[in-house]
């Protein structure tokens, strides 16, 4: 086998935006309304600031509102609370996201427990959780859904598609493992969760016919854990120390997987940066407008359901 074809996670993205801003273009055509997100960021976390400041770009740029309250590390839990009530009563307000992680102290749970479900674009309230593993409809979580559309598409290429296939999530954590598990399986894909206290991981991702690494360790799973053909979908995001003595940058982003290594036994890998990174946002706009539809009524856009 040679080099894995790589997931240009960038492409895709552009091409679901584009989608999104010509449906917000009908709506507003046909009702004079557009699509506001509001995005709650608590503390100067400086990779925080980096992703609400992307969001806020290209949800402007799909035409939508978006609208963004920076707070202070210190704010109080009840004060981030009565601001989330004040975002659920605005009408005018279709999706509410708060910037994880929220600063030491503040109860996430009970933080995100406040988000009105029906504007709840990032998919973490216990409601949206629910109606995903029940199987009904909901906003889904954004990193997990870029995962499928990239898998998704990734198989396309090559005439299959994802029923039947053999997924292994590596992680199961509320944001990206759990979710992604539920996602597969919808698609009706044999699902295996792997976290920290499985046994013989290697072996255990040997079997994957799509593989997802979301783990936060660097380059942890290594290419010889990858079976010849496999789709390997990378949503680590790590930070570590730049080795290229040529780079004038001392640090530089890697996945959770052995890039070079996995690569020359997959037949399609995401690069990191550049693969599910940009998925999570474009998903995030696609929920926004779900959430404006689905509250105000209106059919969902063809093509975006
Ligand atoms: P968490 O730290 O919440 O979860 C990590 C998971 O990995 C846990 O379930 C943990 O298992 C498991 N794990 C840890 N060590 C091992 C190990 N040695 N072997 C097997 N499993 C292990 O991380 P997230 O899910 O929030 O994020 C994962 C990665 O994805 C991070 O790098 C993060 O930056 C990135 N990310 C990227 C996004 C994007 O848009 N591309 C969005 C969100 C996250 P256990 O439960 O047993 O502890």
Redesign the pocket.
């Known amino acids: 086998m040679g080099m894995a074809t790589p997931i240009d996670g960038k492409k895709i993205a552009a091409q679901v935006r584009e989608k999104i801003g010509e449906a917000v273009k009908i709506l507003h055509d046909q009702h004079n309304y557009r699509p506001s997100l509001a995005v709650v960021l608590v503390g100067e976390d400086a990779a925080s600031q980096v992703y609400v400041a992307s969001k806020h770009k290209f949800t402007r740029e799909a035409g939508m509102g978006s609208l963004q309250h920076e707070l202070p590390a210190d704010t109080p839990e009840d004060a981030l609370i009565a601001l989330i009530k004040t975002l659920n009563a605005d009408d005018n307000i279709d999706g509410i996201l708060v910037q994880l992680p929220l600063p030491d102290g503040v109860d996430t749970a009970r933080v995100i427990g406040q988000i009105d479900p029906a504007k709840d674009v990032d998919g973490l309230t216990e409601t949206s959780a629910g109606r995903l593993s029940l199987g009904r409809p909901g906003l889904r979580p954004c ?1 997990p859904a ?1 995962c499928v559309i990239l898998a998704k598409q990734a198989l396309a290429a090559q005439g299959e598609v994802l029923s039947g296939k053999h997924c292994v999530i ?8 759990k979710p992604a598990a539920f996602l597969f399986l919808e698609q009706n894909c044999t699902v295996t969760i ?5 046994k013989d ?1 290697a072996s255990v991702c040997a079997g994957a016919d799509i593989l997802v690494a ?4 660097p380059e ?1 799973v290594q290419g010889n854990w990858v079976k010849e053909g496999a789709i390997v979908i990378d ?4 930070r570590v120390a730049n080795d290229n003595p040529k780079s004038k940058r001392k640090t530089k982003l890697v996945g ?1 997987v052995d890039y070079i290594s996995a690569a020359s036994r997959a037949a399609a890998i995401t690069p990191v940066p550049g693969g ?2 940009p ?2 946002i474009a998903c995030l706009l696609r929920n926004t407008l779900l959430a404006a539809c689905l509250r105000r009524g209106w059919p969902v856009p063809k093509g975006l359901e």
């Open positions: 990193t870029g590596i992680g199961r954590s509320i944001l990206v493992g792997a976290h920290s206290r499985t991981l979301a783990v936060g360790r942890m949503v680590g995001i790590n959770d599910v990174g998925m999570t």
